[in-house]
């Protein structure tokens, strides 16, 4: 049994098969995907919720992307805020800043990823964290807006090295390993993924993304999570298993909705 924090299971690229890869994560022991929501972005943000009203096995989240954050109205934020108290969505996410593609203006992503964090805070949940050539600026904005908080939070795709996994940690951050710490290149993260605290690590793929080794360039999807914990457990010296059921009981120490 296993968890996959994190995946995108209403993009596009399963419109062919998408119950297909349901039943294969099943079968693979996946028992609980997080279905993150920020699918094509406003104003549709039931992308997530749409998989948990259909089965217990889903959860969701709720949130913009900062790619999206040119396109958010107080309207969309009144409707992230409603979804909040959704009884299955477990966080707000994925949220924060992109500054490798700069789809939306900075100013307007930390602008939006500073008000989702305060709906985080209000509603009571954490927040999932994406994170690209922007560490600097997501940790001032989480240490202003996020801290106050004392709630946790998810680096989602961790693909720092020690210093933002340190960081991070003091913050109360989880650090979610995704394929990435799977390639032979992916030194920095592996190190991370090998010194982080037991209790500190999650594991995800992000489907249909970044798939692990050895099925690195294919399309992603929940079942591969399972490389992916393989991984994490070989560089911790432990066995799969115990990663497995490391990272479960983290999940629900992570998101307290989905005890
Ligand atoms: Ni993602």
Redesign the pocket.
Known sequence: MIVDT?C?LDAKDFDADREAVIARALEAGVSKMVA?G?GEGPPDLEAGVRFAERSDVFYATVGVHPHDAAKVTDDTLKRVRELAGHGRVIAIG?IGLDYHYDLSPRDRQRAVFAEQMAIAAEAGLPVVI?TREAWDDTFELIERHWKPAGRAGVM??FTGGAAEARRSLELGFYLSFGGIVTFPKALEIQQAAREAPEDRILIET?AP?LAPAPLRGKRNEPAFVVHTAAKVAALRGVTAESVAQTTTANFRAAFGRAG
């Open positions: 994190h995108h993150v920020t994925e994406h989602h795709c992000d993304y």
